[in-house]
């Protein structure tokens, strides 16, 4: 097991837990297919919608209503089914991986010397059977999936946008590069918060695994208020680790909205 100061990359991060995934790649993959279908359905959905305010809404013309929304109706309808089996393949391969990859680290931890254990805090240890095993989870499993679908999502309404107006979408896409920038500078900055939180859910973890195991210690000796001010201030710097991520995610989500909605003007 790594030290808790050392930092992979994505790519070696991929490279070490993507073998776990081996058994379950083929229902990953199928999960992965059924949610791009899903968002090429609702491109299709958002073709028809427009097809439906030129032709039918603006024009006054009910006869040209009702077909058209039929088909938006039914399009809609088989994206939500492929969204709802896409999901469930995907959770299903992901907590398939979640159970082979805890086992195996659950396992080395039992097989480590007496020294490992006294280097080591409690808390840390089952932060990593916990939180960190679901990041790792997230970012090799069902992150994957998001990710492709997310970029199969970009292509095709990309794709349409450009099919009704390539110099208006040129426009919009003018924008993309400054955002990206954007982005990579908040994800930065929220990884790095993010490990912070996992640290501290450690040492709070380690603070009340400790308490309550020594309980009968600590009221031997009244040390019942220092252990409280023990927990108190770890819950402090977890209070302004969680808040310095609020604000990250809050302002990048304005950022991001700012960003669709500049885009949808152009």
């Not at 994505?10 to 379950?24: D, E, G, I, K, Y």
């Not at 603070?207 to 040390?223: H, T």
Request: aromatic share 10%; proline share 3%.
């Amino acid at each position: 097991m790594d030290s808790p100061k050392t930092v992979l990359s994505a790519r070696a991060v991929f490279r070490r837990f993507w073998p776990l995934t081996r058994n379950n790649r083929t229902w990953l993959a199928l999960g992965g297919l059924l949610m791009i279908v899903a968002t090429a359905c609702d491109t299709v959905a958002v073709a028809i919608f427009s097809s439906i305010v030129d032709k039918a809404l603006r024009t006054g013309d009910v006869a040209a209503f009702w077909v058209p929304a039929a088909m938006w109706l039914g399009v809609a309808a088989l994206s939500s089914v492929l969204v709802f089996f896409g999901a469930y393949l995907t959770t299903r391969s992901g907590e398939r991986f979640l159970l082979r990859l805890r086992t195996q680290v659950f396992g080395h931890l039992h097989r480590q010397p007496p020294d490992f254990f006294e280097r080591r805090k409690p808390g840390d240890l089952i932060a990593r059977l916990t939180d960190d095993i679901d990041t790792v989870e997230r970012f090799v499993s069902s992150g994957l999936v998001q990710a492709v679908t997310a970029v199969f999502g970009v292509i095709f309404f990309g794709g349409f946008a450009i099919y009704l107006s390539w110099e208006l979408s040129l426009a919009a896409f003018v924008v993309v590069p400054v955002f990206v920038t954007i982005t990579r500078r908040f994800a930065r900055h929220i990884n790095t918060k993010s490990r912070d939180q996992r640290a501290l859910n450690g040492d709070i973890t380690a603070i009340l695994e400790e308490s309550l195991a020594n309980v009968a210690v600590v009221q031997a000796y009244n040390r019942q208020e220092t252990e409280k001010r023990r927990l108190y201030a770890a819950g402090i710097q977890m209070l302004s680790t969680d808040l310095s991520i609020a604000k990250l995610s809050g302002l990048y989500t304005r950022l991001s909205t700012l960003h669709k909605r500049s885009a949808s003007l152009l």
